[in-house]
């Protein structure tokens, strides 16, 4: 009878303890693989709290693109001293010190009515141009005036930080036969470069100006001189005999 009853009691530990024990090892298999709703509540407000990750660093700029201009003028027309207006033909060639593509340039004194590459190379360009210009005229010396006519030179996206124009005196030329029609023009043709500002848009940029000097025949300009002088002189005469 007591064989009878510990095996009662045997049965009885076998049929319900072994569930009991069989639930509290998926209980920590759920505790220990992080499934638990209770268990990931401190992991999400975790994630939630941390600083966001910063932006990347915007890229470092390097520096400018150097572009050396070269200009042979080829001529100067349809001068008007009145209005300061004037035409230029002429070539321009382009030397960068890295491959380049100087094509977006314009005139800072006028348009472009005409423009074709002629030669094409990573670092070397050649363009041939015609553009119709405008420049302040001072008469107040007439007929003993001079005048710069010049064309200004702007790239129409890059600022200074990314390109510079440099002038080259040595390989700038005007046509042997370049004349201005009713003016003498002094020999030779001047460049320079120069940051011009616009306020408008807080930045920079690089001009490339050249230039030729023009000024009356010396023979005219004292006849036109003598010719004003006498004016003045028949017009005083003209009031003393009144």
């Not at 319900?16 to 999400?44: E, I, K, M, N």
């Not at 080829?74 to 001068?79: A, D, E, H, K």
């Not at 094409?120 to 010396?141: E, H, S």
């Amino acid at each position: 009878m007591r064989f009878i009853q510990v095996m009662a009691v045997l049965s009885f530990f076998v049929t319900f303890a072994a569930p009991l024990g069989s639930g509290g090892a998926a209980d920590a298999a759920v505790t220990d693989g992080g499934a638990s709703p209770a268990a990931a509540l401190p992991a999400a407000a975790s994630a939630a709290s941390a600083p966001l990750s910063a932006s990347p660093a915007p890229p470092v700029k390097g520096p400018p693109l150097r572009m050396q201009v070269d200009i042979l003028l080829l001529n100067v027309g349809r001068l008007d001293t009145g209005t300061g207006t004037y035409t230029m033909d002429l070539y321009l060639t382009f030397r960068c010190d890295r491959p380049c593509e100087p094509e977006k340039f314009e005139v800072a004194n006028g348009r472009i009515v005409f423009q074709q590459k002629q030669e094409d190379f990573p670092t070397y360009k050649v363009y041939r141009l015609q553009a119709a210009l405008t420049i302040g005229m001072d008469l107040r010396r007439y007929p003993f005036d001079r005048h710069a006519l010049s064309l200004v030179m702007e790239d129409n996206v890059r600022d200074i930080t990314e390109l510079v124009y440099v002038a080259d005196p040595q390989h700038s030329f005007t046509d042997p036969d370049l004349q201005v029609a009713g003016w003498q023009l002094t020999p030779g043709i001047a460049v320079h470069v120069e940051p011009h500002y616009y306020e408008l848009f807080n930045q920079s940029y690089s001009h490339y100006v050249a230039s030729v000097e023009i000024r009356r025949p010396l023979l005219a300009a004292l006849v036109k001189g003598l010719m004003k002088k006498k004016k003045k002189k028949g017009r005083f005469m003209d009031i003393d005999s009144v």
